[in-house]
């Protein structure tokens, strides 16, 4: 299949282009900068050179008209993959930094598509569980979150903090994305997939550990000796492996049966005393971990049952997703962060 991906050089979308190209799809991805795309053609070069594998320029997706040429291509586009979107809390202003580029860059591209791609038939986006999650009911045991849920934050709440901002981000964008597809009725279907902390090893550039994607800072840090004298307190909880996240974003293009369909990925629970845990066993030369009584990122009082239940049936049935474990993926990712540095 002939498939466009947008933000190749992220965390995800690189795993996704592995995938894709792996599985012989023929790929152009976007980024930012033409240096960026010379590193990961780089890293391609048997594919770049078979022609499976091609880049557009897009320097900003908060540009309305960002995609109206890279949606165009010979061959034409079947499917498209739309995970650039801004994934950090280090912003100076909500709307310009977070709300823009998500929301913006999500409809931006769906009406280049509908306008000059009708050869597109299925469009994959990269929401989030900060679109399911109520984040305001905190723990809540009794519930179990799935693809019914929505995120009920305000326009109003979306200013109040970076992590409001980020997770508004991933709301209104995902929900612009749904009433486009009721009110414009495109010649394509659409699936998001849902993906909660995503960890595992870093396969794109990454210049310096400084730079570690927003996610997988905790597992960096732990292993640096930030957590040696208190962990610090776990948020949702949730996560999954970023190759299954990768699988997750090709097999929903691939299975007609994704269509119009939301999939929250989810491998299991976590804390960061668990992650602690895994790194002290497997990485003994890393000294300043964390003991067994040393305070914070544990579960609350009851455990792993006293935070709330998820349901990814539906990302097992229909995209055949087979979740690695917290184990597997502590230890490829630091063993991927040796690689830079660690
Ligand atoms: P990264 O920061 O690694 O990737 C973000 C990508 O978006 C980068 O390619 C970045 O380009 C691009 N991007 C951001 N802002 C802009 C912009 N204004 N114009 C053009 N490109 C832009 O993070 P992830 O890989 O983790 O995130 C990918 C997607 O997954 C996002 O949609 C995120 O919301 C979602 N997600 C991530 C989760 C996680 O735990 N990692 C969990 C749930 C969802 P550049 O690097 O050049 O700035």
């Known amino acids: ?20 190209l792996k599985r012989g799809h023929s790929v152009v991805t976007t980024v930012r900068t033409q240096a960026k795309a010379d590193k990961i053609k780089a890293a391609y070069q048997s594919y770049s050179d078979k022609g499976q594998l091609g880049f557009a320029i897009v320097p900003d997706i908060a540009d309305p008209n960002a995609f109206e040429q890279a949606v165009i291509s010979d061959p034409p586009f079947e499917a498209v993959l739309h995970t650039a979107s801004p994934f950090h809390f280090n912003v100076t202003d909500v709307k310009k930094d977070l709300l823009d580029p998500a929301i913006i860059g999500t409809t931006g591209i769906l009406k280049s598509i509908k306008k000059s791609a009708p050869t597109v038939k299925r469009v994959v986006i990269t929401s989030s569980f900060a679109s399911i999650v109520d984040a305001d009911k905190g723990f809540w045991p009794e519930h179990t979150y799935s693809e019914e849920d929505w ?16 997770r508004a981000s991933k709301t209104f964008a995902e929900k612009a994305a749904w009433e486009f597809l009721e ?9 998001t997939i849902n993906p909660p902390m995503v960890f595992g090893p870093i396969i794109h550039n990454l210049e310096t550990l400084e730079n570690m994607n927003t996610s997988n800072q905790r597992i960096l840090w732990a292993a640096q000796g930030k957590f040696k004298d208190e962990i610090p307190a776990t948020g949702v909880h949730l996560w999954i492996d970023v190759r299954d996240v990768a699988e997750a974003h090709v097999a929903a ?16 629970l976590f804390s960061n005393k668990e992650i602690a845990q895994i790194i002290k066993k497997e990485f003994p030369q890393y000294k300043d971990l964390p003991s067994e009584s040393t305070p914070g990122g544990d579960y609350p009082e009851g455990g792993a049952n006293g935070i709330f239940k998820f349901n990814n049936k539906r990302s097992i049935d229909i995209l055949g997703l087979k979740y690695k474990t917290l184990e597997e993926s502590i230890v490829d990712s630091i063993k991927s962060f040796q690689a830079v540095g660690l």
């Open 1 to 20: 299949t002939r498939v466009l991906l947008t933000g190749g050089s992220g965390f995800i979308a690189a795993h996704t282009l592995d995938v894709l």
């Open 151 to 166: 995120n009920p934050i305000t326009q109003e709440q979306a200013t109040v903090s970076p992590i409001h901002g980020y």
């Open 183 to 191: 009110k414009e009725k495109p010649n394509f279907t659409l699936a």
């Open 253 to 268: 293009f691939e299975k007609p049966e994704a269509a119009n369909k939301r999939f929250f990925t989810v491998a299991g």
